[in-house]
Structures are given as structure tokens and as C-alpha cells.
């Protein structure tokens, strides 16, 4: 079964500090990876899409990793800020019947406290 | 440029009632979707629209039907409604279709509808 786990389910962290945010998943055939932030009350927003070929890739102060020989990425987050307060949602795609079909994780609720 | 707009914003509906849910995208993409996000829990998607006259079930269709009106349009309407259907509703479009290898969707705000 095609499966995204996120960890952890949520953290507190300080203004200014960093943090990692971790995916793993079980999807296959994997087609690429996104990461996108949802604001509370708000749709998800893409931050970084992850191809099969690419290691990492940095988008501001949010750099993506993925690793497809062990199906992990990781979100880090550099000197955090008040509006990093959000939900951070992994989601893989992977080939079915002729469409790439997105399968979500549950996301990592973020608090960021001055 | 409003980009993917819902409507009603909330709604409370009680079981048998029906409600449809409204999304409209004005970036000339090509392909909707409609999802249910429910506590700890991924986004599920219910039903999609390639194209405009085209539609196809997704993880969770069950309950729900679903109106490509035109290329901006794509309604989602609940004929009987439980409460297991008690969720926060997000409309989202892409450019490229689903057969395409990358595609970016945008959402909409949500919708959020209880159902008692």
C-alpha cells in the first residue's frame, strides 16, 4: 500500500531556530515529492518539488533533501520566523494507470514562539 | 487574478440534507480536483477533472458527485448527507492533467461543512 508517514507529528520551536522535518515513504513506482506549507484556514501552498535525480534543493530559508535509494526527505527549516507557524505536508507521486497520483501525509504542525 | 476561489467559506447541513460546494479557478488551468481533509489525516482526493468534460473517481468518491460546468467551474455536490462526511472540502487546480509527470495544484481556501 502506497503510504507517507511524516515525523514528528508536531513541534515548538523559538524564533530563529532551526528545524528538520522528516518524510519517509512506501510509495512506488515514486514519481517525484513535494513539500507544501498550509497556513491554519488556508488551501496548501507547494514550497519544493523533488525529482527522482535531485539530492537537494532550496527554496529561501526551507531546503528539501530526498534520498530514493532509502524513500526519505527532509524539510529544514533555517532561522525559523514567526509565520513558519504552519503545517508542512509531504506528498509523493507515484505512475498509475497513465496519471501520477498524489498520495498526502498528515503533515507536521509547526509552532514557532517569539 | 483571485486564483482558486470556494464557496460558502462554512456550512452545517444535517443528515439527509443536500448541498452543493462551489470552486471556480481563474488561471485557465486545465485540471480540478476536490479533497477531504479530516483530523490527522492526509488529504484524500475524491473526484478530479482532467479536462473540461471529463471527470474520474479518486480514493474516496462514495457519497459525492461532481459537474465540470466549464474550464473554470468544477462543482461537488452531496446528495445525502452524513456525518461521516463531517470535513474540511479544498478545490484545487493544474495547469497539466494528472497524466502529465510534474503538475503544481493550487487550492482553494476550504470549505469547512459539518454534518449533525
Known amino acids: 500500500k502506497n503510504q507517507v508517514e511524516q515525523s514528528p507529528q508536531s513541534l515548538i520551536i523559538l524564533e530563529g531556530k532551526n528545524c528538520t522535518l522528516q518524510?519517509?515513504?512506501?510509495?512506488?513506482?515514486?514519481?517525484?515529492l513535494r513539500w507544501y506549507k498550509q497556513d491554519t484556514g488556508r488551501g496548501p501552498v507547494s514550497l519544493t518539488i523533488?525529482?527522482?535525480?535531485?539530492n537537494t534543493k532550496s527554496n529561501g530559508r526551507y531546503t528539501a533533501t530526498l534520498d530514493a535509494d532509502t524513500k526519505q526527505s527532509s524539510l529544514h527549516i533555517t532561522a525559523s520566523q514567526l509565520s513558519d507557524s504552519a503545517s508542512y505536508i509531504c506528498?509523493?507521486?507515484?505512475?498509475?494507470?497513465?496519471?501520477?497520483?498524489?498520495?498526502f501525509g498528515r503533515g507536521t504542525s509547526l509552532i514557532v514562539h517569539p | 487574478n483571485a486564483g482558486v476561489t470556494q464557496t460558502p467559506k462554512f456550512q452545517v447541513l444535517k443528515t439527509g440534507q443536500s448541498m452543493t460546494l462551489q470552486c471556480a479557478q481563474d488561471?485557465?488551468?486545465?485540471?480540478m480536483y476536490w479533497y477531504r481533509q479530516d483530523p490527522g489525516m492526509g488529504l484524500r482526493l475524491i473526484y478530479y477533472?482532467?479536462?473540461?468534460?471529463?471527470?474520474d473517481k479518486g480514493e474516496v468518491p462514495n457519497g459525492y458527485n461532481v459537474s465540470r460546468l466549464n474550464k473554470r467551474e468544477f462543482s461537488l455536490r452531496l446528495e445525502s448527507a452524513a456525518p461521516s462526511q463531517t470535513s474540511v472540502y479544498f478545490c484545487?487546480?493544474?495547469?497539466?492533467?494528472?497524466?502529465?509527470?510534474?503538475?503544481?495544484?493550487?487550492f482553494g481556501p476550504g470549505t469547512r461543512l459539518t454534518v449533525t
Open positions: 518524510c519517509n515513504y512506501t510509495v512506488s513506482p515514486f514519481s517525484n
Open positions: 488561471m485557465n488551468h486545465n485540471s
Open positions: 477533472s482532467a479536462s473540461e468534460g471529463t471527470t
Open positions: 523533488m525529482t527522482f535525480s535531485e
Open positions: 506528498v509523493v507521486r507515484h505512475a498509475s494507470g497513465g496519471s501520477y497520483i498524489p498520495t
Open positions: 484545487a487546480s493544474s495547469e497539466a492533467v494528472p497524466q502529465a509527470f510534474s503538475y503544481e495544484q493550487y
